[in-house]
């Protein structure tokens, strides 16, 4: 449990700003007195790039790599080209700082909205891995823009990647109460990939033999997502499949407004990162309109990371009483404080 | 229209066998008096694997080649490796007659379960690239099963191949009331590929003014299949996302038992395929429980393939018309009857 926290602070773009000064609030808050937070704030981002055409430069990159943790709001505006900083900032981020776990909880609170009826019992947890699959940037294209154009984009899997996240997943499944791991894949299409999925899950989970374990495609996993969500537990996946269906895990637990995430070095090398799932909708952005509670549930997957974990479940709670005490609407700054009352109180 | 047609019909395995007989019993009732069919049973699928080691001979590839149109039930065993029959088999019959359309509609008939609250209005067509992305089978490993493995899965994107299947979408946007397109891919991290299929997609929009247009990536696509499935009209998309993307819309319309495909060569150089989007099931097979009408309602789309609009239409309605009156559980035989009984009645 460290006795300070030196983090540094993404707000990026949109509704990226908003949401982020509520999760800071709501870490004060949440942290015992005597643990000094000092933060710093990175301006990185839309207007950053349309500033200065940078995303992100190495001097950054090297003094956000110094900090103990890293929350970020959201990247990305319709002016900038699609692939600009998602690329060139956010996948950066992830890749050099080697996040190969990014944990990606799904909980469905009591009086949250769902498309689903009979409102099923949703607990579940996405590892998602961070640093291999189609998201390496491996591809290119051939003749661009002519009618004899060829596109490439080459999923790259290696056993080192794929056994980390695997382990990683089992151990979490191992300290769930139901123990239950779910692998997805396509392999009975990706047959290099998906095989060397498979074949380190099981060799993986012959040290785990209190973990159940089932494998599923992934187009069927998504039947599954909006069917009969309750049969998850912990699910470990590539990183695209975990892209898609932590979406579809979001919208049937009470919205996008609601997912959080962490971008996870559990070995510590680097400093990992805490983002909401949702983009910066710059459509709503500056009005006080952003449900900042993903962001506050990403401060929650900070504080566990960083070895607060009675005050994550404090932050948690607070999310919960607030949700089930929800009615008409507030702005963000309202909901910030409900929250952060809630935890101090 | 054609006068006579010559059918391939490959049953496979599981309740492919039984739902391909009600198919073919739905099919002649819905023909008229003055068409021939002609059918040949291809013996395909797992049994033949496992008495011969083949999935697809070059003779029975070149048999399959000139019949009219291919009926097929369901490839799969969980006795065969995953990958065996699918790749060897399915994808060798998708690519070999270049199935580049890989149609599959989406429409919530009345009376059919769904998980979603409130019965969205549903009615939606996902035209998915049948020959392209990740399915072409390129890639590999190296050191496989070492802890050194490197796996990778490429896709594979050509301008050829995204403009005819954008271009088929297009026309079918055009031909509907509602004449609205929607592409889906990751064009923010999947840039190559992305952007080619955004350039071509805007490009073939501009002979297209009355199309609305719009662009979704594929995580954000699967939030609003179950927030706003009503949002879509037609939507076209690359063959792995569209894979992962039916599969979902066929979980909120009813379930897999009533998701139909073709696989469609527009240009007619090569019979097209029909098949319901489900598997083989081998949980209960041959316990006349499987639900054929994802067969038949796949049968309408080859009798619209082959000219026989009105035909399709009737076996269309006789299903809209068995879900209205369905209560009790039938067997695969008597749902089968009855579909046959309202096509002829
Ligand atoms: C913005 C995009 C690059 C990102 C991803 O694909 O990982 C986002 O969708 C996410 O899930 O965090
Ligand atoms: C069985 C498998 C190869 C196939 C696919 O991935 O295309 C199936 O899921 C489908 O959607 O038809």
Redesign the pocket.
Known sequence: MSRSIDLAVIPGDGIGREVVAQGLKVLSAALPQDVKLETRNYDLGAQRWHATGETLPDAELDALKRHDAILLGA??DPSVPSGVL?RGL??KLRFAFDHFINLRPSKLFPNTATPLEGRPDIDFVVVREGTEGPYTGNGGSLRTGTPAEVATEVSLNTAYGVERVVRDAYARANARPRKKLTLVHKNNVLVHAGHLWKRIFDAVGREYPEVTTDYLHVDAATIFFVTQPERFDVIVTDNLFG?IL??LAAAVTGGIGLAA?GNINPTGAFPSMFEP?H?SAPDIAGQGKADPTATVLSVALLLQHLGHADEAARVERAVAEDLAAREGSRTTDEIGDALAARVSG
Do not use: F, M, R
Request: aromatic share 0%; proline share 0%.
């Open positions: 990247i990305g998602e956010l996948l892209d932590t979406d995430s799932v983009g």
